[in-house]
């Protein structure tokens, strides 16, 4: 059985940085891409920043150039690394992981606040 689990989120003030892990546990064959997507109250999912199994990487534009998206070798933990964060990036924010079928995680919420 395949469990997915983010960690990292928190209260972190305008400008400043916070990292998100994301660990798969479990076999998952055949993984396409992971993924980040967030959701801020009273909205809908959101497309963050996804990695192919082969490394390439695609941002949102609202992200692009403050957060980084990367995976370790055994593609069983993704990252993401929010700098410059801003009021407009609190939400809960959800990693998954592709393959024949679509594994997500429960969420972990990040307040951007001062």
């Known amino acids: 059985q395949v469990h997915v689990v983010e960690s990292g989120g928190g209260l972190v003030q305008p400008g400043g940085s916070l990292r998100l892990s994301c660990a798969a546990s479990?076999?998952?064959?055949?993984?396409?891409?992971m993924g980040w997507y967030r959701q801020a109250t009273g909205k809908e999912r959101e497309l963050v920043a996804t990695?192919?199994?082969?490394?390439?990487?695609n941002y949102a534009d609202s992200v692009k150039g403050r957060f980084t998206i990367s995976r370790d070798g055994a593609k069983t933990t993704i990252y993401l690394q929010m700098n410059s964060v801003q009021p407009e990036d609190t939400a809960v924010y959800y990693c998954?992981?592709?393959?024949?079928?679509?594994?997500w995680g429960q969420g972990t919420q990040v307040t951007v606040s001062s």
């Open positions: 990695v192919t199994s082969g490394g390439r990487t």
């Open positions: 479990g076999s998952i064959f055949g993984i396409t891409d």
């Open positions: 998954n992981f592709r393959a024949q079928y679509v594994y």
